[in-house]
């Protein structure tokens, strides 16, 4: 058990590597030649062409040493930016996404103060402890400050019980306004939007297969029918998994030709040349200029063959592949949002299995493999992977259970006694008890996303952000099964073993109430591994800057080659948003049972909501924007972690035989949370999820009032197309769908880009 | 614990008692002066109005001997209508009702010949209770049928593991064939039905106040505005608890006069006088006909002030009350079916508790009371029923428990050693372990559904038929707490309370499983009492006889009276679905722990079928007409039964070690169910609950073809009015809205008539 001398050195080494990333990011930064790892945002927004050019700046180098000095001065610039105006700017997505660690503050702050001010002493002034030491049980001085402390059937538990009500109450108060805003605020991003053609669009799934019809005929002349006064159009959509493949594959290849050809160019007596079998490393030898320029013909032929030409419009030239590859979806649009708003919301045929419509996602965040699968195989799909879900979380156990295990000093000399000598030295221990746990963890948990991400996939979502939202579901179960119950209860149950084989089975709340305080050193170094020193990591983006010098000395060629070869990033919320949760958790269990916790949580919001405002206006640039729909499954995990708070509460309580009656007064907690929970559903949920027709009515009317003569057809027309088609890649011309491309809609980005600008002169200027 | 024999008694009682009411029944029909509570659903379709007359018949007695002979010709007649007929004839509700009948057959009657087949023979081959005697264990013949008589950890188990799957695989497979023909069911019901007020109608609720707008004038413009191409015309609420409480006072005062003003002319010497006070007891004496004529008067009076008069369209006078008792509710009528059905399925406002709207039920089916009810007071109403329910299922468990542990014989022998000698006599100890159970827990059950009923009504539900589903709901969590696991537990916790206090707690499925197959002879005797007996009770109707010959000596003076004097009665679904639903649990589960407990249940299913198919044809009258929306309660009760079941035999197999390998063997089945249920549920629980736009879309164009000068405003005018202001209790001229009266709206019921009254013929020839 680590003792506080073992939390200190931890603490130590945390936050001496959290500030050795700060300051060498503090330096990277600076340099002109790491602008675009650093600042990529405003490179893609077209608000900045290259660094900042100053006199006293070198080419790659920063020379003005002024500037070092005032190194810490992006955190006062990250808070300055209003809220508004970081809307705009970053998107509702990312301005919601960090006031999940705002909300964190908002609720552990106060209950922080509180605990260390009414319990601290409470428990600090029982003597329990130091009368167990005779007993042969071990405890730290962490634990003096915790409930531990308090003898069996104490008249103090009352202050508990009374505290773990107040921090409930206030957790709801604040729950409940945050929700309130966050959908004041989805409905006023909604509201003040410009055109969007996913406003007018409903994705149509499952079309049944009609003997007499093509998949477009038979939808169009349903909707006409169903929707006589609101069908506009429809886009079919393509089975395009081969084309992607031949474009990627052609891209790869496009790659090392510019790399050749730059190696060339440099070194003009050399011609290179690679050999053509596997990973180049053998088969015959031959110029690799020659080779992929031939490959990239041959690919490009290969695309060809599966698209065909459709003339359109007398000037313009469409490319679809093979009719044969359209899948039974499409995207349909109506000619007002109302009658979209409509279609989305309501059950078109008696059969629930076909015609199923949706909103549709943004272009950007439609999952195109997903498109096309019958009902029956989903209900598979998704059974198949609830029971995968439960395998992959409870075999996951054995891996932690043995590295928690392996934490314990005591344990290791116990299993492993040659080991003694070296272990017993003081810093050894230390770091030990220290790092290890948290690190292996962490190791464990970054090969985990994918696997999850792959998972949802196959549960048939159709659109990113759905993706991400699941996922995250799936990792916050895994996270509360592994990190949270498995450190709890396998930790102590190789330390007290023997004292729960007696028991009778089953009083699980009581066991994890009992094993809970213990573990609270434990969740301290895990808080500084992952929430310090990791958050710090993060902004000094190591991975992205080396790829970007890999890339920029290999390949770049032009401006635009350079643009390619920036990776912003993006927040990503099925992998990090679950691990706040973890923290929320902890700080709420945590509150009543051991408050001196609860400060290296509030550290770990306080600097995350600093560092993440800084990456989301200077760096990463979200894949889609989908107007915070995730925040209902953020409240109902707050939800959960309460409710799992307040059982645990209840099984410590009722297991330290406070008094008999404060089990009874805590039973009432978890049903007023659960109320609270189905009271917040109905009142804010319905705002994430359907779409009021008053608000899409109010839109359409002031449209129609203030551009009688838009033609919204050729404005739908290619709106949702496959991004295979997109883009320069294939070397067909395509229509281009981007909204600001589009010479018919005038919109105000030009507008919002000043301001956006304004305020770049003003933030900018301190760097 | 009961014998074959006590077994064998309580059989000969009931089917004794079952015949009996049988033969009372089949006596007391044939009478002449009982027409009208054995017939009432002939004269209320108006397909009768006078006792078949026949020379040999008498006028009171039936004197025709040869109908006596042919006493159960009833039961071929009850099965002759075909069922298309029967829905035309009783509606959907009660011919999918009696469904849930056959469905325990179609479940059951298979599962009993396989497992009577197969596992009987396993079972009786063991010896294991032979051996026990010796342990000082007592056990019944029946429990040498069971799984009881299998040894520890036999390979025997095995067969009883297949016969589990095979049964929940049959279940299955009913299920989803059912649900697949009444979901088809209630769609052709939907759309073979004449135009109906509700098909136009959508509930509008929480309409938000307005500062300068009427709430009618409010709802105009709102649905003018957000629906401007499909709104028609509303009706507004009015609160009118007071006038009908009035109406109701009336009606009682006017039945006593009726009473005082026949026992005058029957005997014009004595002029009837009461006393005024309390219940008649005491005050001044005066004349009773004056006395009632005068409270009649001023009751009108107080009414007349209540409500005031609109004069419309120049001929026709509408009733409102006081506009200030206006709710903010309406019944919002759509010119189209598709209007309708959008507004029905979409949000409205951005808040999602202000203008709420739902598909109207129809004009029978509203509960007036509830609907004005705003958001935060109807989370607060659930929260505290939600706990009222908790303790009533829960403190309920003290009495039951009380009478359990009576019915044991050995177990009043210890309490009371005094009552020996009586006890022991053969007889007594039959009647007391036969019946004592049975009758004491039916005796509960009848007082619950009353309660149960105002709960759901206090927690705000908007229609009667949503309130029998939500009372259906408690009793079911009522009946399967408090008499299935209430027995199981309780009875057995007595019984063997010396083996289970060692053991660690917890293991819960384990202590059911083993207990089960111990209760089997107490559900043996209470499915005769209450299945058997009970249902040949329902069918002689005795309190509606008593009651309809009370009226009509002394209230009858017209045919109009008499007519009102029968009380049909209808099909309970909130108290008689959950005890259909216990069968078919007790069924699930003894199928393969104790087979031979299944012929009874089976034998309950195929009598209640035809004596509720036969009271449908002739006597209930319902309420409303749902359409078979309790469809998916009744799908899911019987999944919630299936896992139960699953869950147990889990328990019992895990408890018995039959091998280690069997308890993962069996934790698939009952997630395999829950996938089946969701399969089933998405497949086609929509078709209860939405309304497709195709369906309309279909309805709307047929209608505008062959009905193209349909003034539908006048048909919707005042189809939702309050039934107070209905018919001629007020002596007021209303306008009347019921379909069938209005001559703007030919309907077919006409036609209908036509074809049951040869139906009628046929059936009927019988008699």
Chains 1, 2 share one sequence.
């Not at 031959?286 to 459709?310: C, G, P, Q």
């Not at 009083?507 to 895990?526: H, L, N, Q, R, W």
């Not at 609860?598 to 894949?623: E, T």
């Amino acid at each position: 058990m680590a003792t506080l001398q073992d939390i200190c050195v931890a603490a130590a080494i945390n936050i001496l590597s959290a500030f050795a990333f700060l300051v060498a990011f503090a330096i990277l930064r600076l340099q002109p030649v790491n602008d675009r790892v650093y600042f990529p945002k405003w490179y893609l927004k077209g608000l900045r062409s290259s660094p900042k050019s100053s006199v006293a700046l070198g080419r790659f180098v920063n020379l003005d040493f002024k500037m070092y000095m005032r190194f810490l001065n992006w955190m006062p610039a990250a808070l300055k930016m209003p809220e508004p105006e970081l809307v705009e700017h970053a998107g509702l997505d990312s301005a919601v996404y960090i006031r999940i660690y705002l909300l964190g503050l908002k609720i552990l702050f106060p209950i922080t103060i509180l605990t260390l001010v009414v319990l601290v002493p409470v428990n600090w002034t029982g003597k329990t402890l130091e009368l167990a030491k005779f007993k042969n049980l071990t405890f730290s001085n962490i634990d003096k400050l915790s409930i531990s402390n308090i003898p069996t059937g104490s008249k103090r538990f009352w202050a508990h019980l009374v505290m773990s009500y107040v921090c409930s109450f206030w957790t709801f108060y604040v729950l409940y306004k945050e929700y309130k805003k966050v959908a004041t605020m989805r409905l006023e991003f909604l509201a003040s939007e410009c055109r969007r053609p996913d406003q007018f669009t409903v994705l149509v799934r499952n079309v049944p297969p009609d003997p007499d019809e093509s998949v477009s005929e038979h939808i169009e002349h349903f909707f006409c029918v169903n929707h006589p006064d609101h069908y506009l159009t429809h886009q079919v959509v393509h089975n395009a998994v081969k084309l992607a493949k031949l474009v990627e594959k052609k891209n790869s290849f496009q790659n090392w030709l510019v790399y050749y050809q730059n190696k060339y160019e440099r070194n003009p007596v050399n011609k290179p040349t690679i050999k053509t079998g596997f990973w180049g490393l053998w088969g015959s030898r031959v110029d690799a200029i020659d080779h992929y320029t031939d490959e990239i013909a041959k690919l490009s032929e290969e695309m060809f063959n599966n698209v065909t030409f459709i003339q359109e419009d007398a000037e313009r030239e469409r490319v679809i592949i093979d009719p044969k590859a359209i899948v039974p979806a499409a995207f349909v649009s109506f000619k007002t949002r109302w009658g979209a708003a409509v279609c989305a919301q309501t059950q078109q045929s008696k059969d629930p299995t076909i015609w199923l419509t949706d909103w549709a996602p943004e272009p950007r965040d439609v999952f195109w493999d997903n498109l096309a699968i019958p009902y029956f195989e989903l209900t598979i799909r998704r059974l198949l992977m609830a029971v995968g879900l439960f395998f992959l979380i409870f075999f996951f156990m054995i891996p932690i259970a043995f590295v928690q295990s392996l934490a314990n000093i005591e344990g290791i000399e116990k299993v492993l006694p040659f080991l003694k000598p070296l272990i017993e030295k003081k810093v050894v221990t230390s770091v030990i008890q220290g790092f290890l746990p948290g690190i292996a963890l962490k190791i464990f948990l970054i090969v985990l996303p994918k696997v999850l991400m792959t998972m949802s996939q196959i549960e048939g979502f159709t659109s990113l952000s759905s993706l991400e939202r699941r996922s995250a579901q799936k990792y916050h179960l895994f996270i509360l099964v592994n990190v949270f119950l498995g450190s709890v209860v396998t930790g102590t149950a190789l330390q007290q073993l023997h004292q729960f084989i007696d028991a009778p089975a089953g009083e699980f709340a009581k066991t994890i109430g009992m094993s809970v305080p213990m573990k609270a050193t434990f969740f301290i170094t895990y808080i500084m591994v992952d929430g310090w020193a990791g958050i710090a990591a993060e902004i000094l983006r190591m991975v992205p800057l080396v790829i970007f010098h890999l890339k920029n000395t290999f390949l770049v060629k032009t401006e635009q080659d350079r643009e390619q070869a920036m990776d912003p990033g993006f927040l990503s919320f099925a992998t990090s948003e679950p691990r706040i949760q973890l923290y929320i958790l902890l700080g709420l269990v945590y509150s009543v049972i051991t408050p001196v916790l609860l400060p290296f949580i509030v550290a770990f919001f306080a600097f995350s909501f600093l560092i993440f405002r800084h990456q989301i206006i200077n760096v990463y640039d979200q894949k889609y924007e989908s107007g915070a729909s995730f925040w209902p499954d953020v409240h109902r995990r707050i939800i959960i972690g309460l409710i799992i708070a307040q059982i645990i509460h209840m099984g410590l309580l009722g297991a330290s035989g406070a008094d008999k009656s404060t089990t009874p007064c805590l039973i009432a907690q978890p049903i007023l949370t659960l109320w609270f929970h189905i009271f917040c559903k109905g009142r804010f949920e319905s705002a994430f999820v359907r779409f009021p027709l008053q608000e899409a009515m109010v839109k359409d009317t002031l449209e129609r009032a203030t551009e009688p003569n838009l033609n919204l057809k050729t404005y739908l027309q290619d709106a949702y197309i496959h991004p295979v088609f997109k883009g320069s890649k294939l070397d067909i011309p395509v229509v281009i769908d981007e909204e600001e491309n589009n010479p018919l809609v005038p919109t105000k980005r030009t507008s919002r880009q000043s301001s956006i600008h304004s305020f770049d002169v003003s933030s900018e200027a301190d760097l």
